[in-house]
DNA sequence: CGTATTATTGACCACTTTCAAAGTGAGTGG
DNA sequence: CCACTCACTTTGAAAGTGGTCAATAATACG
């Protein structure tokens, strides 16, 4: 890795893979979030864009410089890598704690509150939403497999909560339902 | 929280608790490491002792100037962020990903590469090892249950790759196969 | 010692996985 | 335009890992 990049448009996804091949999805990686680590060579972990994306890419000894030149920008990368590390830290209660039906609907809710930033043209609305990974992605990301997150939807759906338009479209018929069903602090933010 | 601080000797955890009492250990602090969150007020999640601690503290308001006033400390704090990022990104495939065994084999290492850390007069070696926490501790720190680390550490046991010394005591007796147990790469770093 | 706490073990159960098959849908070429 | 194909998703049945509940054992502490 001779540069560090921020993401301008579209999704990628941060993961480590297994020898023997099990994957775990780290995280998701949307507009403004940044490639690489200042100060090492190369790259721990793989990043695979999900969608078509559009990077802005530095090099990565101008960056460093810059770094240390303009201390606005290590404050500010400070700032980023701190709310990144509460969102991974929250993943881990997911991934140790979650039942199968609470990743599912606290997934579901992750890409509402993110919509606008996922896609451009799906026009996601409050109740409706377009999934920017497929069943397989959205296994690896919930630390599940696809047939139990396939299982869980119908679930959801049997369940009256939401409704599952084609492959990508889910329309959240309950909010305040599916909420409850994500395993999180009942009070509102 | 009106300040931050740097733990100087002792181990804490920091932990995330839902309102149903399920509790997931998001990690161990040991010395050097940072608690707190320059540019919050309110901490997310619970910082617990494990052992006696020793901190150094900064009133925050005068840490953020100093963040600002003294460019070095950014860098050195963002460095800090970052590694932490990579340790806890690793442990959400652990999460996600690992067995019950491999999770406790995990363990295991983790407390062996960092004895030092963790005890002044345990007298760790290279094949004795003495653990910071009880089981329920490892258990929410790995995912599992009480019974299931209990478990495994039979298991481990009756395979002959560790022998258990009271509650706090584990002798590792067979290391390649227990790094072969943990389901990371095999290859040495 | 006796008591309280923590750890281990056992039996049973449930949730998730695994393996397998059927269903759906989008794109391609006749 | 319609079958055909391929990839993805859903569903089913069986198995397995880890969890739950309960009892026993070990350890620490007064």
Redesign the pocket.
Known sequence: MSFVASIVTGVAKLEKMSEDG?TQTLGLMLPSDFIGRPGRDFAVYDVTAVSDITLCCFARSQFETMLETTPHIATRMLSMALDELDAVRDWLFLLGR??????VATFLLLVQRRSEAFDAEGKPTLDHIT?P???????DY??????????????L??DGLIE?V???GVNLLNLPQLRAETGDTHRQL
Chains 1, 2 share one sequence.
């Open positions: 099990r979650k039942t199968a039906r609470e990743k999934l990974l497929a069943r397989s992605e959205i296994a919930l630390g599940l497999t696809i047939e139990t997150v396939s299982r869980q939807m119908s679930a759906k049997a599952v084609g492959k990508r």
